[in-house]
């Protein structure tokens, strides 16, 4: 097995037909049957089912197109940083981001790693939490911070914090004449607004899960791109929504901290599996020492912390979850 021979079932993978993919690789379609069979004869295993118009992949091919995809990938990484390195060129880093972190901790932390590598190219992308996934396999981002738990055993994930949720309420509505914490209960036979609408799963739908653990019942949902169109529609009289108690965006709505210990939203640390890479822990130490810092956007009445992060810096270090 070569790294030829993976490009080439990559190449087939993605295109589901040898003659396209034939064409793609500049080679003929009988040679790259034939070392697609010899990979498979190898493994022992069959990867691609070839009696389907397009072809599809065997479970075994989909595990397998996964692995060689992350192995290509960081193939090519590794080529690029070694010429960066040789000609002394720029290092880049990518990030990925879902818009919420924006009104958290993600833009402080970008200045620290710009004060701290300053030979760094550091480059943002925003992604949902999902398309985060993909980008770290393909190597388009090198870690993301999100906010949907993944089970994908390709990815590893750090909690850095929960975050509490806030309702956004219309002013001069019932539900906006106190300002004391309410329950998620208040939400039922209420219209709400949740975001994104796609892709799934997202916010949305973690938003609905905790409703549906406690058997709330809203009488509308309305599903919107999103945030910025989710607290319009608030400020319209259209519904309630539920946010990251950092997004308050808009000060023409009454926002009202949601009283339950497990309505909050984790931040979390993506990052290719096994990736040991410098920038790694050098994320996780300057998290630590900016949540040392306490900012204003990390204020116990707005956010929730474990116990075990506030008695000392040490303990400051994100947990790992796999």
């Not at 790693?113 to 090198?142: C, N, W």
């Not at 911070?145 to 390709?154: E, K, P």
């Not at 329950?183 to 739908?205: M, T």
Request: proline share 6%.
């Amino acid at each position: 097995m070569d790294i030829r021979q993976l490009k080439y079932f990559v190449a087939v993978a993605n295109t589901r037909n040898f003659t396209r993919a034939s064409e793609q690789l500049h080679i003929a379609q009988p040679p790259l049957s034939r070392q697609i069979q010899l990979l498979e004869e190898e493994l022992g295993v069959q990867l691609i089912l070839r009696n389907s118009r397009p072809l599809r992949l065997t479970e075994a091919g989909r595990v397998f197109y996964e692995q060689a995809l992350q192995i290509i990938n960081r193939l090519d990484q590794l080529k690029t940083a070694t010429q960066q390195i040789g000609l002394n060129q720029r290092q880049t880093l990518s990030i990925g981001f879902v818009a919420s972190t924006l009104y958290g901790g993600l833009p402080m932390l970008v200045r620290k790693l710009r004060q701290h590598y300053p030979d760094v190219d550091i480059q943002l992308v925003e992604l949902t939490s999902m398309q985060q996934f993909a980008a770290l396999k393909s190597g388009r981002i090198d870690v993301g911070f999100g906010r949907i738990r993944s089970n994908d055993a390709t990815v590893e994930r750090t909690v850095l914090r929960e975050e509490k949720l806030v309702l956004a309420i219309p002013p001069g509505t019932p539900l906006a004449a106190d300002d004391k914490r309410i329950g998620l209960k208040a939400l039922h036979g209420q219209k709400l607004i949740v975001f994104p609408k796609e892709p799934r799963p997202s916010f949305a739908d973690h938003i609905l899960s905790l409703l549906n653990d406690q058997a709330i019942r809203p009488s509308e949902v309305h599903e919107v791109r999103e945030i910025h169109t989710a607290l319009g529609l608030v400020a319209a009289e259209s519904g309630l929504c539920l946010i990251p108690a950092s997004a308050r965006l808009r000060n023409d709505l009454h926002y009202r901290l949601i009283d339950d210990p497990g309505a909050t939203s984790p931040i979390i640390l993506t990052h290719r599996i096994n990736d040991n890479a410098w920038y790694i822990a050098a994320i996780k130490q300057l998290v630590a020492d900016m949540y040392a810092e306490h900012p204003p956007w990390l204020d116990v009445d707005n956010n929730f912390f474990p116990a075990s992060n506030l008695s000392a810096k040490a303990s400051l270090i994100p947990r790992t979850i796999l």
